[in-house]
């Protein structure tokens, strides 16, 4: 972490970020846009129980926007669209340029364009060079400009008052970065303790975005999701207010739009047609593979989950299902 005291040393690093990142943006190879494209970039927070970044992708899609999912390192987001049969996440640079043009996104990675990332892999492993917050952004975002992003809109988490500080200060390194790479980019910081899916589990969530990209989901997520992508269309011109751009983002949930994105990209990256209907149709339990054992649990009161207590779960394991206690 940079000492948050010494402004002058973090803008000395972020300075080194900046050229780090243009220098590897030069080394990779790049997506073919167009001119008047306007690609966009939802950096959203890879974690369990959060389904927004894999319903914004095709949303934005159906918003009219052009939305290249290129990820890097163990990606949580690809995991969970791995639970899908046949999804394929490697993708060559003719099928990113392909999907990109047709479909108008993709979520994957490609060796074509990951040249860099295999580079700073083995130099990392070859001198012991330790990960850090600004290493990361440079993969990051010398990927996304090799997609020709014009504009981004970052998601940050905040764990409560003690988290604020670095949680601020990774917003500011974010958007000193895409200024320097000619991004227009603005940061969100979010409340960690409200939930962004109904579901655990990665075949849960992909239910569950598949619930929401159909007009049907959690007004806790879609909430969040009309108004993080409205301040999309507002920079890049398609709307003048953030109500208009809500009003334009609930207006193609309902339509059914954004599943449509989702499915056409599943198709596009390997999904059998089957696969594709039956989710379209929710058939969720002949495509995805759930739980063998579950069991539903009423809440006597509304609220959310905020802590889920490790021994009560054991006490469930050893009187319901016949497991060892802390015993055993």
Same mark, same amino acid.
């Not at 492993?125 to 600004?134: A, C, E, L, M």
């Not at 227009?184 to 962004?196: E, F, G, I, L, T």
């Not at 021994?311 to 015993?327: A, I, M, Q």
């Given at each position: 972490?940079?000492?948050?005291?010494?402004?002058?040393?973090?803008?000395?690093?972020?300075?080194?970020?900046?050229?780090?990142?243009?220098?590897?943006?030069?080394?990779?190879?790049?997506?073919?846009?167009?001119?008047?494209?306007?690609?966009?970039?939802?950096?959203?927070?890879?974690?369990?129980?959060?389904?927004?970044?894999?319903?914004?992708?095709?949303l934005l899609a159906a918003l009219g926007f052009k939305v290249p999912s290129i990820q890097v390192g163990n990606n949580i987001s690809l995991e969970k669209l791995k639970c899908i049969p046949g999804f394929n996440p490697e993708l060559t640079l003719h099928q990113m340029n392909s999907m990109i043009e047709n479909i108008g996104c993709f979520a994957g990675?490609?060796?074509?364009?990951?040249?860099?990332?295999?580079?700073?892999?083995?130099?990392?492993?070859?001198?012991?060079?330790?990960?850090?917050?600004?290493?990361?952004?440079?993969?990051?975002?010398?990927?996304?400009?090799?997609?020709?992003?014009?504009?981004?809109?970052?998601?940050?988490?905040?764990?409560?008052?003690?988290?604020?500080?670095?949680?601020?200060?990774?917003?500011?390194?974010?958007?000193?970065?895409?200024?320097?790479?000619?991004?227009?980019?603005?940061?969100?910081?979010?409340?960690?303790?409200?939930?962004?899916?109904? $579901? %655990?589990?990665?075949?849960?969530?992909?239910? &569950?975005? *598949? =619930?929401? +990209?159909?007009?049907?989901?959690?007004? #806790? /997520?879609?909430?969040?999701?009309?108004?993080?992508?409205?301040?999309?269309?507002?920079?890049?011109?398609?709307?003048?207010?953030?109500?208009?751009?809500?009003?334009?983002?609930?207006?193609?949930?309902?339509?059914?739009?954004?599943?449509?994105?989702?499915?056409? $990209? %599943?198709?596009?990256?390997?999904?059998?047609? &089957?696969? *594709? =209907?039956? +989710?379209?149709?929710?058939?969720?339990? #002949? /495509?995805?593979?759930?739980?063998?054992?579950?069991?539903?649990?009423?809440?006597?009161?509304?609220?959310?989950?905020?802590?889920?207590?490790?021994?009560?779960?054991?006490?469930?394991?050893?009187?319901?299902?016949?497991?060892?206690?802390?015993?055993?």
């Amino acid at each position: 972490p940079l000492p948050a005291k010494n402004p002058e040393r973090i803008t000395e690093i972020r300075s080194e970020t900046a050229k780090l990142t243009k220098a590897m943006v030069q080394e990779n190879k790049r997506l073919e846009t167009k001119e008047e494209w306007k690609v966009v970039n939802y950096m959203g927070t890879d974690v369990m129980g959060d389904s927004r970044y894999l319903v914004a992708v095709p949303l934005l899609a159906a918003l009219g926007f052009k939305v290249p999912s290129i990820q890097v390192g163990n990606n949580i987001s690809l995991e969970k669209l791995k639970c899908i049969p046949g999804f394929n996440p490697e993708l060559t640079l003719h099928q990113m340029n392909s999907m990109i043009e047709n479909i108008g996104c993709f979520a994957g990675y490609s060796q074509d364009l990951n040249l860099v990332e295999s580079k700073m892999n083995l130099i990392m492993k070859s001198v012991g060079t330790f990960q850090s917050s600004q290493l990361d952004l440079a993969r990051y975002f010398s990927l996304t400009a090799a997609c020709g992003t014009t504009h981004c809109f970052g998601d940050v988490k905040c764990r409560g008052k003690r988290d604020q500080t670095a949680v601020f200060k990774q917003a500011g390194d974010i958007t000193s970065l895409t200024r320097e790479l000619g991004i227009k980019c603005r940061v969100h910081v979010s409340d960690s303790a409200v939930p962004y899916s109904k $579901m %655990l589990g990665y075949p849960l969530e992909i239910q &569950d975005v *598949v =619930e929401v +990209l159909s007009g049907e989901g959690s007004s #806790d /997520v879609v909430d969040m999701l009309a108004l993080q992508c409205s301040h999309l269309l507002q920079m890049s011109g398609k709307v003048e207010s953030l109500k208009e751009g809500e009003k334009m983002v609930f207006d193609v949930l309902a339509r059914g739009e954004g599943l449509t994105k989702f499915l056409e $990209m %599943l198709a596009a990256q390997g999904v059998s047609r &089957d696969h *594709v =209907e039956r +989710l379209r149709a929710r058939k969720y339990e #002949d /495509v995805l593979a759930l739980a063998g054992y579950q069991t539903r649990i009423e809440s006597r009161v509304p609220g959310i989950i905020r802590d889920i207590r490790l021994d009560n779960l054991e006490r469930v394991l050893t009187n319901r299902l016949g497991g060892y206690g802390s015993g055993g």
